[in-house]
T-cell receptor, first 117, second 115 residues
Framework: GAVVSQHPSRVICKSGTSVKIECRSL??????MFWYRQFPKQSLMLMAT?????????EQGVEKDKFLINHASLTLSTLTVTSAHPEDSSFYIC?????????????FGSGTRLTVV | AQKITQTQPGMFVQEKEAVTLDCTYD???????LFWYKQPSSGEMIFLIY??????QNATEGRYSLNFQKARKSANLVISASQLGDSAMYFC????????????FGKGTRLSVIA
């Protein structure tokens, strides 16, 4: 149980175009999803917290107009990288928590490797 | 200040031996949770083990155990009987407080298991 499906797994796009990444919780309702970015050989850095039905909360230094997050339902959150540039090339991964009980783990999507050319 | 510190960028271990990956944390919240994840080259994040701040005993999950020393604010991961498939990046992470708060990750340790 507690599966998060993330698509696409890999995407190559041209500079200046937009890319949408989807994360779906398949067997549970995710009121909150977290979006992370990971540059090569680095750690996961939190970009934003996505709450169903409300605006996302972005971490300091993350451009909200560039990284659009939509969490329109309890099972789907999307991250759209707008006007992508080569420096946006990275590994993007979402995470959701099944419940608020202390020892429930955080389930991660399989990640999206974005390459902007 | 970093909330999660992993001081070992890389570690080598002989197959079938045990290895300890270090993690120290910093928080003033009395309620927190500590997690270890494995990330193979495919990029997926694989949950290994969890330790809550109020847990009296060290967590264990199969070959994984967590050496939790609360006063020292350390939560080291011990992998026993290492296997070649254990070669991966390992991340220590922390959740502060209750509720739907995000995980904060350390920089990770790359473990290489040698035959």
């Amino acid at each position: 149980g507690a599966v998060v499906s993330q698509h696409p797994s890999r995407v190559i796009c041209k500079s200046g175009t937009s890319v949408k990444i989807e994360c779906r919780s398949l067997d549970f309702q995710a009121t909150t999803m977290f979006w992370y970015r990971q540059f090569p050989k680095q750690s996961l850095m939190l970009m934003a917290t996505s709450n169903e039905g409300s605006k996302a909360t972005y971490e300091q230094g993350v451009e909200k107009d560039k990284f659009l997050i939509n969490h329109a339902s309890l099972t789907l959150s999307t991250l759209t990288v707008t006007s992508a540039h080569p420096e946006d090339s990275s590994f993007y991964i979402c995470s959701a928590r099944r419940g608020e009980v202390a020892n429930y783990g955080y389930t991660f999507g399989s990640g999206t490797r974005l390459t902007v050319v | 200040a970093q909330k999660i510190t992993q001081t070992q960028p890389g570690m080598f271990v002989q197959e079938k031996e045990a290895v300890t990956l270090d993690c120290t944390y910093d928080t003033s919240d009395p309620s927190y949770g500590l997690f270890w994840y494995k990330q193979p080259s495919s990029g997926e994040m694989i949950f290994l083990i969890y330790q809550g701040s109020y847990d009296q005993q060290n967590a264990t999950e199969g070959r994984y155990s967590l050496n939790f020393q609360k006063a020292r604010k350390s939560a080291n991961l011990v992998i026993s009987a290492s296997q070649l498939g254990d070669s991966a990046m390992y991340f220590c992470a922390m959740r502060e407080g209750w509720g739907n708060t995000p995980l904060v990750f350390g920089k990770g340790t790359r473990l290489s298991v040698i035959a």
